[in-house]
């Protein structure tokens, strides 16, 4: 595989929240060695801004005078083999995990605005392929014609379980009623927004990773990379 991946593909992964996405898009891109972006930490960082300067998100026009004062990039942490979110300059991957972002989030990448906004970005990040994206509208709207797509599920106990221990290691105060309640009311707003909600796309290959290891995921995704690959070589 390693001579072919120099050409480069774009994969995308999407599905509900808590489902693996981000570990599987990262495992998948370091093996690949393509760049690994995490949609959902671009509607945070706007969301951290909005809470941080009191927008008013339901008013059309404050939304699109804060969007014009957002700046987002990634940068790649060298040290922990990631890329992290900056707003403006600061370093915000870890606040941004915080419940009370989760919270707030999903209505907010309700908005028409807030999403043209982050997908044309996303859309620029994609140009020169090689890359996997995950969230929920990469394979459906970000990039329709993607070579590959993949839409994850998993159990929900699974789901809330995993949840609650990465937030419980920051917060031991955190109950498994409010990342349940949390986890529910995400994936109900994000799949029944007006504009681009959850939908598995049509041509995306169906991944439950209830049962299975990492190592058994990511060998099943590197199969498929493998499949796709060999096809276009013809
Ligand atoms: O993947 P995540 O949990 O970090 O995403 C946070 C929220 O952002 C999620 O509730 C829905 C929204 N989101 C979205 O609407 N579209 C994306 N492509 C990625 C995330």
Request: charged residues 30%; negative net charge; aromatic residues 8%.
């Amino acid at each position: 595989m390693e001579n072919k991946q120099s050409r480069g593909i774009i994969i995308t992964i999407d599905g509900w929240s808590s489902c693996g996405k981000s570990t599987m898009a990262r495992q998948l891109a370091r093996k690949l060695g393509y760049v690994y972006i995490d949609s959902g930490a671009m509607y945070r960082a706007i969301t951290l801004y909005f809470l941080r300067n009191h927008v008013d998100w339901t008013d059309r026009s404050e939304v699109r005078d804060a969007l014009g004062h957002i700046e987002l990039e990634f940068h790649y942490n060298t040290a922990l083999e990631q890329a992290e979110m900056y707003l403006n300059g600061e370093n915000v991957e870890y606040v941004i995990r915080d419940l009370v972002i989760a919270e707030k989030v999903s209505e907010i990448a309700t908005i028409r605005e807030v999403r043209e906004f982050a997908v044309e970005q996303q859309r620029k990040m994609g140009q020169k392929k090689s890359i996997v994206m995950d969230g929920r509208d990469i394979g459906t709207v970000v990039f329709p014609d993607a070579e590959l797509k993949i839409f994850m599920t998993a159990d929900n106990a699974v789901r809330v379980e995993r949840r609650f221990r990465e937030l419980f290691d920051k917060n031991p105060n955190i109950t498994i009623q409010e990342v349940k309640d949390n986890l529910e009311m995400r994936d109900h707003i994000d799949s029944n927004r007006e504009v681009s909600p959850l939908r598995k796309a049509e041509d995306a290959r169906i991944l439950d990773n209830t049962d299975i290891s990492r190592e058994e995921q990511l060998n099943l995704a590197l199969s498929w990379v493998r499949e796709v690959m060999d096809r276009s070589d013809g």
